[in-house]
């Protein structure tokens, strides 16, 4: 069985249990942090591809607890 890489923004947000929206500010944040945009592939203004595996480091990372003082 072949793992996928790559996935949409809207399944992206089913992986993560995450809503759209939320996904898709996520997505972009990542885009604009050099340490992540090269894991977003973006085909157009509405169509792009997420890794997956860089998805879950970039929320451990970069999101993760950030709303704990």
Request: net charge positive.
């Amino acid at each position: 069985m072949t793992t996928k890489e790559w996935t949409s923004v809207t399944d992206l947000g089913k992986i993560f249990d995450i809503g759209r929206t939320k996904t898709t500010e996520l997505v972009h944040q990542m885009e604009i942090d050099p340490e992540y945009r090269d894991n977003v592939i973006s085909f157009s203004h509405r169509k792009k591809s997420v890794n997956i595996e860089a998805f879950k480091a970039y929320l451990v990372n970069k999101v993760s607890r950030k709303w704990v003082k």
